[in-house]
């Protein structure tokens, strides 16, 4: 097997673009949201509609999809590859279209367990559960469908899913402005329950269209124990780091009326450059440190795990250092608009300001688990993250005992900061000094990268500067200073 010749760094920007695209739908998608369901008890039963598909599936299959296939995809041969992908799409048909008929029958029962503290509304239709039970397996579908183009090296037209779903909510959010036309329209849970069934159907759709047409020959099943039980270990390590948001979140309901939508609107702001800047070159170097690895060049991928490392943590420095101070302006621009009002606009900001301490972590916590997945370790992968996840209600016990959203933020960002450093005593990466993942080079590169940051921040304090859209001019500019400095710092580097 040879190394594909496509640059970790340049896949990584294509698949960056189709993502930050997006991620900017899903974040003018969460202006819809703010605008018309506001921060209250109507915001959280609508947050729940548009995460319930995900979360069934990225609790059940979406570490596993990358994880362990992405890698099995590689060391097959093309009718091979094909051949699995078939058999896998078959198999999650058969778990998650059972989950999407439970949804439907049971709706009342699946909203109390991710939420328990609330109830759901009359106006919440059996068509907007129907079609939220269908885009269950939808999304199922798209993630393996996305996993086997990623190995195939269309990083781009798979990265565009996102962005056909998000876009079809929008859309059928905007019937909700147009209602004197559309009476039916006045239902804005309906709308939204059409718009992420159609979304999903898309999305899915998308993908199917540019699948590669391989004639497949009579394969015997490929679906063996040791895939079985690498998906598992991987599968079940990304559920755990996922149930820590999901946790807090279910928590938080407990704390509050609008306590959901405020950590949803919050995490919606911390993940979009996390989608940007960080997974996909997780992505990326998960597929070139797998293939390193069955070249048996294991120098190679320890060095794109290093290297792309660094980049990540440079990214997260730049926009925590900068969303901190601009924190405020950003809140108003994305969602002070209709229903959100001031009070919410500030509830926000500090939560905000709390959530991007957790970005460096984040960026280390992704491609240290690309590197143990890609060396198929994927039990210490496992190991961590069940670690991490029994500290968990430790951490959270003071926000729930003083009915705290602040201090569950805090337990947020000390359940990724504890998975981090667990990580990398895993790979025993040396941390500080020569030749470590922080030396003193790379502690020269962060500054520089902070320079356009700093000036910016330098000119807003000095200038008193008021117009929320001066800010942002400010943020930009700066932001895209510093992404120029680092992406010239660590062209080349793999």
């Not at 959280?44 to 299959?61: E, G």
């Not at 999809?65 to 058969?94: G, H, K």
């Not at 900068?322 to 108003?332: A, C, K, L, P, T």
Request: proline share 3%; charged share 10%.
């Amino acid at each position: 097997m040879t190394r594909s010749k496509t640059g970790v760094l340049s896949a990584g920007l294509a698949l960056s673009l189709a993502l930050f695209a997006g991620r900017l739908a899903g974040l003018l998608r969460e202006i819809e949201l703010a605008k018309i369901f506001g921060i209250g008890a109507d915001a959280d039963i609508a947050v729940l509609l548009l995460s319930i598909p995900d979360l069934f599936v990225n609790l059940l299959i979406s570490g596993g999809i990358s994880a362990a296939l992405v890698p099995r995809f590689l060391e097959l041969n093309i009718n091979q590859s094909a051949a699995l992908f078939r058999q896998v799409t078959f198999m999650l048909a058969m778990l998650f279209i059972p989950i999407g008929m439970l949804v439907f029958i049971l709706p009342d029962f699946v909203f109390k367990f991710f939420a328990p503290g609330i109830n759901l509304p009359s106006t919440l239709t059996w068509v907007s559960i129907a079609a939220v039970a269908i885009a269950i397996p939808l999304t199922g579908f798209a993630g393996v469908f996305s996993a086997y183009l990623n190995s195939k090296d269309f990083y781009f037209i798979a990265g565009c899913g996102t962005l056909i779903f998000n876009l079809i909510i929008i859309l059928a959010l905007q019937f909700y402005n147009n209602s004197g036309v559309l009476p039916q329209a006045q239902n804005k849970f309906l709308l939204l329950g059409l718009g992420i069934g159609v979304g999903a159907f898309l999305r899915w759709f998308s993908l199917f269209i540019i699948l590669p047409k391989y004639e497949i020959y009579k394969q015997g099943l490929l679906i063996d124990r040791a895939l079985v039980k690498s998906f598992s270990y991987a599968a079940f390590s990304a559920s755990i780091l996922l149930m820590a948001p999901i946790l807090i979140r279910a928590l938080a309901s407990l704390t509050g009326e609008g306590a959901i939508a405020a950590f949803n609107y919050t995490q919606k702001l911390i993940e979009l450059p996390v989608g940007i800047f960080f997974a996909p070159f997780a992505t990326v170097a998960l597929t070139k440190m797998s293939q390193a690895f069955a070249d048996n060049n294991a120098k190679y991928c320890l060095n794109v795990f290093k290297v792309q490392t660094q980049n990540g943590i440079c990214f997260a420095i730049v926009i925590l250092v900068m969303g901190f101070w601009f924190s405020e302006s950003i809140v108003q621009i994305v969602y002070a608009r209709g229903d959100f009002d001031e009070a919410a606009t500030h509830r926000i900001a500090l939560l905000f300001k709390i959530g991007l301490l957790s970005l460096p972590m984040l960026a280390i916590c992704m491609m240290a688990t690309a590197y143990l997945n890609a060396c198929k370790k994927n039990l210490n992968v496992l190991k961590v993250s069940l670690l991490s996840l029994l500290v968990l209600p430790l951490l959270a016990a003071p926000g729930l005992l003083n009915n705290s959203e602040t201090q569950l933020m805090y337990a947020v960002v000390s359940f990724h900061g504890l998975n981090a450093i667990a990580l990398l005593i895993v790979i025993k990466q040396k941390i500080f000094g020569r030749n470590a993942l922080i030396s003193f080079d790379f502690i020269v590169r962060i500054v520089l990268t902070l320079a356009p940051a700093a000036i910016v921040i330098l000119i807003d304090y000095l200038f008193h500067i008021y117009n929320i859209w001066a800010k942002f001019a400010l943020l930009f500019i700066g932001f895209l200073f510093s992404s120029y400095l680092i992406l010239g710092l660590f062209r080349g580097k793999v």
